[in-house]
């Protein structure tokens, strides 16, 4: 075999392996945030899959062209567990079916789309971000300002002039694969241990919820995690609204609160949907990867029985 040839064949070896280092990688990381003039550029683009969350008769009535519809609430992004509401799924099995029913497989940007009407219905597109993280999936997006943002560039007669399409897509199924970050899933015990480690607990309740004048029909006791600090979801965007607040702004908020913008810390709130808009802002919007989701959140740790401090018994 002369040089020349061997210095082919190892050419070819290295191609061969870098191609399938490629393949081996994950999906990349998409950012976090994107606009409305982003998804009008990229809906119906190869491998990029847009889920518009609002109920079913919004959705059929007008979506983003090749948008496709899941219903939140009922289609098993979360389940009850042991009298637990809105949990992630053990069963990861029946989600990977649903997501790949929707299209989607490993290679997928996904773009998520809520009502976009108030921050706590964003709460809709960060829990489901968080769950493909959860499963694996870094190409996720959030459509900041939601179909609400969508649908506010109108004409002189009001009417939108984004393009809208009517009626259900119908999209071919793909395999979705998960690759699990158990890491990512903490129940009672782990939420302790990390607070004692030294974590921060974060509330991302109303501040009557964390008070203890009120609290959430399925919790068992009033107050909040002890040494927990308030931080209400509502904070996160502008006015309330759909539109998260930019870095800047949420870092000032954040130093008012009295909640770093760093080092470990734990969100929390009723069932882990509030908590989803506290962590996607600390983790993906402020880059801090030490904060982490409590998905069972207060009707868990009451459920457990486990310790509560409220400023103010309603009892």
């Known amino acids: 075999m002369t040089r020349f040839t061997q210095g082919i064949r190892s050419l ?3 191609a061969a392996f870098a191609a399938a280092t490629l393949v081996a990688l994950p999906a990349w990381a998409a950012e976090p945030l994107v606009d409305v003039g982003w998804v009008k550029q990229n809906a119906g ?9 609002r109920p079913s008769t919004d959705y059929l009535r007008g979506h983003i062209p090749g948008a496709v519809n899941t219903n939140y609430g009922k289609d098993g992004w979360r389940v009850k567990d042991n009298g637990v509401p809105g949990v992630f799924p053990k069963d990861t099995g029946k989600l990977a079916e649903l997501i ?8 997928t940007h996904v773009v998520l789309v809520a009502p976009g009407s108030s ?5 809709i597109a960060t829990r489901m971000y968080w769950t493909f993280k959860v499963l694996g999936h870094d190409n996720v997006s959030v ?3 939601g179909m609400k943002a969508y649908l506010s560039e109108v004409d002189d007669q009001k009417k939108p002039v984004n393009p809208l399409e009517k009626g259900a897509a119908k999209p071919t199924a793909k395999t979705f694969n998960v690759a699990l970050r158990e890491a990512m899933l903490v129940d009672g015990a782990a939420v302790q241990a990390a607070i004692d480690a030294g974590a921060m607990p974060v509330d991302n309740r109303t501040h009557d919820q964390f008070l203890g004048v009120n609290r959430h ?3 068992k006791a009033s107050g909040t995690i002890p040494g927990s600090v308030n931080l209400p979801q509502s904070w996160m965007t502008e006015n309330g609204g759909g539109n998260f607040r930019n870095a800047d702004t949420l870092k000032k908020l954040y130093a008012a609160a009295g909640v770093p913008t760093e080092g470990a810390q734990v969100n929390f709130c009723n069932t ?6 506290g962590w996607f802002v600390s983790s993906e919007l402020l880059g801090n990867k030490d904060a982490m989701l409590y998905d069972g959140s207060m009707t868990a740790w009451t459920a457990e029985g486990k310790p509560m401090e409220a400023s103010i018994s309603t009892n």
């Open 12 to 14: 070819v070896a290295a």
């Open 45 to 53: 683009a190869d491998g990029v899959v847009i889920i518009d969350a």
């Open 100 to 107: 790949g029913g929707l299209g989607i497989n490993n290679a």
């Open 119 to 123: 921050s706590s219905d964003m709460g």
């Open 143 to 145: 459509l900041n300002g």
């Open 217 to 219: 029909p399925a919790s």
């Open 272 to 277: 882990g949907h509030w908590a989803s808009i």
